[in-house]
Every structure is written in C-alpha cells, then in structure tokens.
C-alpha cells in the first residue's frame, strides 16, 4: 500500500525541530535561522560506525560508478576529528532551493539545485557569517565550515541533529521542507545540547522506487550506474544506449526521485536571490554551446556548478535529449 500524500502534508506541517534547552545552544540555533537558515539542528561529533558499514557495502557494489574520488578519506568520512581533531559538536544547517520549474527557455531540463550560482559558495560564505557571529558572542568557540566538498558524512549528521531522515531516494528529507535542501555544517570545539536524532522513515513508501525511469533505486541503495544524474553530470565516457534511452529531457542532473515524492507536494518557493534562475542557463542551446568556446563557457557560467560537466558534456546531453525527442 502506497503511502498518501495529503497525510505526509498534514505530518509536515506539524513537525518541527525540538531545540535545545542549553543557552548557548539555543542561541547558535537561532543565529543560524536569523542568517538566512531554514532549519538547524546539533549533534554529537563522534565516529559513525553503522554510517561507514553501509557506506562500504556501498563501494563494493561498485554502486559508485566511476567516481573513485568516493573512495579516497574513508576513514575521515566517518570521523570528523579527523579533520578538526578539537571537535566536539556538529551544527547542521539546511538551506530551502525549491522551485518549481527546471526547465529553460528551450524546455531542456536542469536539475533545480544548479540552476542559480554555485551553493557551495553561497552556503560556504553564510555559515562562515554564522561562525563570526558565535565568536563574536562566545570568543572561546572555535570551528570549522564544511559544505559537500570535504569527506564529511552530512547527511547521517543531518539526521542524528533532529532535521529528518534518508529517504529511498537517498536524499534527507525533512518533514517540513522536503529533500530539494542543501545541506552545511559547523564543526565546533564545544561541547553542546543536542537535538533528538530523527527516527522516521518512508515507510512503505515506494513511490520515488517506481518512479525512477531506469531502475537506479532499491532497498539496496542507489546505482549510479543507471542513474541519470550521474550520466548527464559525472560520466566522462559514453552514456550507455539504454541509459540513453531513458532520458526525456534532461541535460544536468534528474528529480524525478524529488518529484514524486509525497514530502515534496507541498512546499514553499526559495527566497534566496542567488538561487534564482542564471540569465546564461536560461538560454542554453545547442547552437549557443556549439558557438562558444571552452573558455567562453567557463566565463559565461563561472558561477555556476555546470561547470562540472563542461561545455562538450552538455552539448552530448542535448543531442540525446534531441535524438530522443526525433523518435517518439
């Protein structure tokens, strides 16, 4: 039995994170919602030993792909002493991207979280404002910013600080703003109040499972080598022809996991201005990409996390999109 949306909309509206009773806790908490924030939580900074069974299993599926760079610091994924050794506590920040287009001017398809300026800049240079902040007010607090680039577990810390649970879809979905959240994190040298870890799940929920065009979903965990968003971003070869197949329209990255989901149904647009659709993505096309050069490109969308997969990628994307469009 398929869950019901409306009953995941009314359950969201109605969870909130529980704040810590420590003062100061309360206070980072609340320094982090006055910067722009949409949710915070703390944890525990400490070694994450179920985290990095699963995440082994993972690796020896080959559910990786070719992203070997997954491989390298595995022992500091999972211990952010390793990193900072003065850690003590984690304060996870999420930060609200949705919106509900991912579509440009040519109906070529984007996946929403790169569609403004590079969050990792963005979330990067918010947080390290929250830091400043705290240490303006507690002097003796030191820490460190980490967003998605460093060998950081977040999710999993996510989790353990009270802001939701990992769907099937493999993203952390938070009952009141979904999964399209980016996700930042501040390792302090102090010891704090900790948030409730957050114990629910999707239950029998399968919808994202079904949903996905190329079977890259199971209990087992996701396959990058069926899914869509690795081949349109990550993929330095040939995107196989039954991948190939499968794609409608999308040339960076796919959310139609994030679509169906019932968490997903309800929700507010972002309000953050650099999140806002970029005029150069906007009009992207193959007759603009093939008329640019690489350096062109680079400068062109510079701010933007495209560059991942290049001007040559996006320009194979779309032909695909086009071939497939021919057909049906």
Avoid at 18 to 25: G, Y
Avoid at 76 to 90: C, G, I, M, Q
Avoid at 125 to 131: A, C, G, R
Avoid at 169 to 198: H, M, Q, W
């Amino acid at each position: 039995m398929e869950s019901d949306p409306k009953t995941f909309t009314v359950m969201a509206e109605h969870i909130k994170t529980i704040s810590p009773e420590n003062s100061i806790s309360k206070n980072i908490i609340n320094t982090a919602l006055n910067s722009g924030f949409d949710d915070c939580g703390i944890c525990k900074a400490e070694f994450l030993e179920e985290d990095k069974k699963y995440y082994l299993n993972w690796l020896k599926q080959n559910f990786h792909a070719d992203m070997s760079f997954l491989e390298n610091y595995l022992e500091t994924r999972f211990n952010p002493e390793l990193l900072f050794p003065e850690a003590k506590s984690v304060v996870v920040v999420l930060k609200n991207y949705y919106t509900q287009s991912g579509l440009n001017d040519k109906n070529l398809f984007i996946s929403k979280y790169a569609l403004g300026k590079d969050y990792h800049a963005i979330i990067k240079s918010q947080l390290k404002n929250v830091l400043n902040s705290i240490r303006n007010t507690y002097p003796e607090i030191n820490g460190r910013v980490y967003v998605d680039t460093a060998p950081v577990f977040e999710r999993s810390n996510a989790v353990k600080a009270g802001l939701g649970f990992t769907g099937n879809n493999k993203c952390l979905i938070n009952p009141r703003l979904g999964s399209f959240v980016f996700i930042g994190e501040l390792v302090l040298d102090t010891e704090l109040d900790y948030n409730k870890a957050y114990t629910d799940s999707c239950k029998d929920c399968k919808l994202c499972i079904k949903a996905c065009p190329t079977g890259a979903l199971s209990k087992k965990g996701l396959d990058a080598n069926k899914c869509i968003s690795y081949h349109t971003i990550e993929n330095r070869n040939k995107i196989p022809q039954k991948i190939q197949i499968k794609i409608t329209n999308q040339i960076f990255g796919c959310d139609i996991c994030q679509n169906v989901c019932p968490y997903n149904s309800n929700l507010k647009e972002h309000n953050e201005p650099d999140f806002m659709i970029n005029k150069e993505i906007q009009e992207i096309s193959l007759e603009k990409l093939e008329n640019i050069t690489d350096t062109d490109f680079e400068n062109k969308l510079k701010d933007t996390v495209l560059l991942r997969a290049g001007r040559k990628k996006l320009i194979d994307n779309i032909k695909i999109v086009m071939k497939n469009v021919s057909v049906k």
